[in-house]
């Protein structure tokens, strides 16, 4: 009876974060709230991941990112691209880099506005159009998001360790793992959106009046305050990376770093409130639970081996791994990433560990083919904002993007491979 109840839940929750009508967290949470009222799981274990290492760490990264957004860093950075926006190929690379650098810092959406200051140096005489550059800006984003050690980057590594612990896996990925893998699939598409891509996109009046200015104004702490921001960070940072040579807990670096700055009065506790992102901080937690419950009820393994006999009963682990990246890569065309790698990371993790296979390559590869939101505006409100300012049709998208799309896939799964090996 568990085991159909959760595999019921489970289908509940993708169908929520299909619907995109409510809240990731809210749904995920909704799903866990059902299990413990049909006692699958008990209130500890409906909330333990609330309070465990994984929430700790990805609160307190939040927290940290958010100081650096006080500072003048992120104005400064892009003032620094602006002034050295040129005319025609260098204008398509210095933006292009510029949104590979500020998405470390700020979300894609809010990225996009940010960007608008380099449209206003082209005219309609220009060599390059917006309406070439929005939408390369908006992938460029997405492939680059979470490959540093910033606020979503530490949520993807707490939230994939969190699926391994709750699948049964002994193995932890390394906070620079998702970046090693990333790194040359993104720059791969640097190359071909800078040499090749954005040429082929059509030379469209943009409609920037769909876009929000994102004005970043000066910074009002104090010139010491914002260089005990960046100490702290780089400390933080530091000691995270030690990983077990750490003499701290590294879960517990971040709240300490934000502790540190609530100190020196570079944060008050309504930024603490603010700067924490409770929709995903609920999502993960949810389906943290959720993943618990569909391993305790054997729903993991059932969903394991079903999968596996539809590949042929003993697949290797290569089919394996393009089957669930190709699943992650096409739902997020049309829902949330982060909600995607909570459908997919739990079932691969559950998998690869029936087959043999290393499930950290897995994790990796599903969540870089989650950030691969470039073939329809639905895939995230950053696609469609552009999509609509680029006055853009899909035959645009599928034309110039697929390619991308598929090449970028190709090195995602080659370098998981080699970051870590499966087998089969």
Same mark, same amino acid.
């Given at each position: 009876?568990?085991?159909?109840?959760?595999?019921?839940?489970?289908?509940?929750?993708?169908?929520?974060?299909?619907?995109?009508?409510?809240?990731?967290?809210?749904?995920?949470?909704?799903?866990?709230?059902?299990?413990?009222?049909?006692?699958?799981?008990?209130?500890?274990?409906?909330?333990?991941?609330?309070?465990?290492?994984?929430?700790?760490?990805?609160?307190?990264?939040?927290?940290?990112?958010g100081a650096i957004l006080k500072t003048n860093l992120v104005p400064r950075l892009r003032a620094f691209m602006l002034r050295r926006a040129g005319t025609g190929g260098v204008l398509v690379w210095i933006y292009l880099l510029a949104c590979m650098i500020l998405i470390q810092f700020v979300l894609p959406t809010p990225l996009i506005g940010m960007m608008l200051p380099f449209m206003a140096v082209l005219d309609k005489d220009s060599p390059v159009q917006p309406s070439q550059l929005l939408i390369p800006g908006t992938v460029m984003a997405f492939v680059?998001?979470?490959?540093?050690?910033?606020?979503?980057?530490?949520?993807?590594?707490?939230?994939?360790?969190?699926?391994?612990?709750?699948?049964?896996?002994?193995?932890?990925?390394?906070?620079?793992?998702?970046?090693?893998?990333?790194?040359?699939?993104?720059?791969?598409?640097?190359?071909?959106?800078?040499?090749?891509?954005?040429?082929?996109?059509?030379?469209?009046?943009?409609?920037?009046?769909?876009?929000?200015?994102?004005?970043?104004?000066?910074?009002?702490?104090?010139?010491?305050?914002?260089?005990?921001?960046?100490?702290?960070?780089?400390?933080?940072?530091?000691?995270?990376?030690? =990983?077990?040579?750490? &003499? *701290?807990?590294? +879960?517990?670096?971040?709240?300490? %770093?934000?502790?540190?700055?609530? @100190? $020196?009065?570079?944060?008050?506790?309504?930024?603490?409130?603010?700067?924490?992102?409770?929709?995903?901080?609920?999502?993960?937690?949810?389906?943290?639970?959720?993943?618990?419950?569909?391993?305790?009820?054997?729903?993991?393994?059932?969903?394991?081996?079903?999968?596996?006999?539809?590949?042929?009963?003993?697949?290797?682990?290569?089919?394996?791994?393009?089957?669930?990246?190709?699943?992650?890569?096409?739902?997020?065309?049309?829902?949330?990433?982060?909600?995607?790698? =909570?459908?997919?990371? &739990? *079932?691969?993790? +559950?998998?690869?560990?029936?087959? %043999?296979?290393?499930?950290?390559? @897995? $994790?990796?590869?599903?969540?870089?083919?989650?950030?691969?939101?470039?073939?329809?505006?639905?895939?995230?409100?950053?696609?469609?904002?552009?999509?609509?300012?680029?006055?853009?049709?899909?035959?645009?998208?599928?034309?110039?993007?697929?390619?991308?799309?598929?090449?970028?896939?190709?090195?995602?799964?080659?370098?998981?491979?080699?970051?870590?090996?499966?087998?089969?």
């Amino acid at each position: 009876m568990n085991l159909a109840i959760s595999i019921g839940v489970l289908v509940l929750v993708v169908a929520g974060f299909m619907s995109g009508k409510w809240r990731l967290g809210q749904v995920a949470m909704a799903g866990a709230l059902l299990l413990l009222v049909f006692r699958v799981l008990t209130i500890e274990e409906t909330f333990a991941y609330f309070a465990n290492e994984t929430m700790t760490m990805i609160a307190g990264m939040f927290i940290m990112s958010g100081a650096i957004l006080k500072t003048n860093l992120v104005p400064r950075l892009r003032a620094f691209m602006l002034r050295r926006a040129g005319t025609g190929g260098v204008l398509v690379w210095i933006y292009l880099l510029a949104c590979m650098i500020l998405i470390q810092f700020v979300l894609p959406t809010p990225l996009i506005g940010m960007m608008l200051p380099f449209m206003a140096v082209l005219d309609k005489d220009s060599p390059v159009q917006p309406s070439q550059l929005l939408i390369p800006g908006t992938v460029m984003a997405f492939v680059m998001q979470g490959m540093t050690p910033m606020g979503i980057g530490v949520g993807f590594y707490g939230m994939l360790n969190g699926f391994l612990e709750t699948g049964g896996a002994d193995e932890r990925l390394q906070l620079l793992d998702y970046g090693r893998v990333g790194i040359l699939p993104a720059f791969v598409m640097l190359a071909y959106f800078g040499l090749v891509g954005w040429r082929r996109f059509p030379r469209n009046e943009a409609d920037t009046s769909s876009l929000q200015a994102g004005a970043l104004s000066e910074s009002t702490l104090k010139r010491w305050q914002q260089y005990a921001v960046y100490i702290v960070f780089v400390v933080v940072i530091g000691i995270m990376l030690l =990983g077990d040579l750490s &003499p *701290i807990p590294i +879960a517990a670096m971040p709240a300490i %770093g934000a502790v540190v700055l609530l @100190f $020196c009065e570079v944060l008050d506790i309504n930024d603490v409130k603010n700067y924490i992102n409770l929709d995903i901080c609920f999502m993960i937690a949810g389906i943290m639970a959720i993943s618990s419950a569909v391993q305790k009820t054997g729903a993991g393994d059932l969903l394991a081996d079903k999968l596996l006999g539809v590949l042929g009963g003993n697949p290797s682990g290569w089919v394996v791994l393009i089957v669930f990246y190709m699943a992650g890569a096409l739902l997020s065309q049309f829902m949330s990433n982060i909600g995607t790698m =909570g459908i997919f990371v &739990p *079932i691969a993790v +559950a998998t690869a560990l029936k087959q %043999g296979l290393d499930p950290r390559a @897995f $994790c990796l590869a599903i969540t870089a083919g989650c950030n691969a939101a470039m073939l329809t505006p639905a895939a995230s409100p950053s696609s469609a904002v552009a999509f609509a300012a680029g006055r853009y049709r899909m035959k645009d998208l599928f034309r110039v993007n697929g390619p991308a799309w598929i090449l970028y896939g190709a090195c995602v799964i080659l370098m998981a491979n080699i970051v870590y090996p499966i087998s089969g």
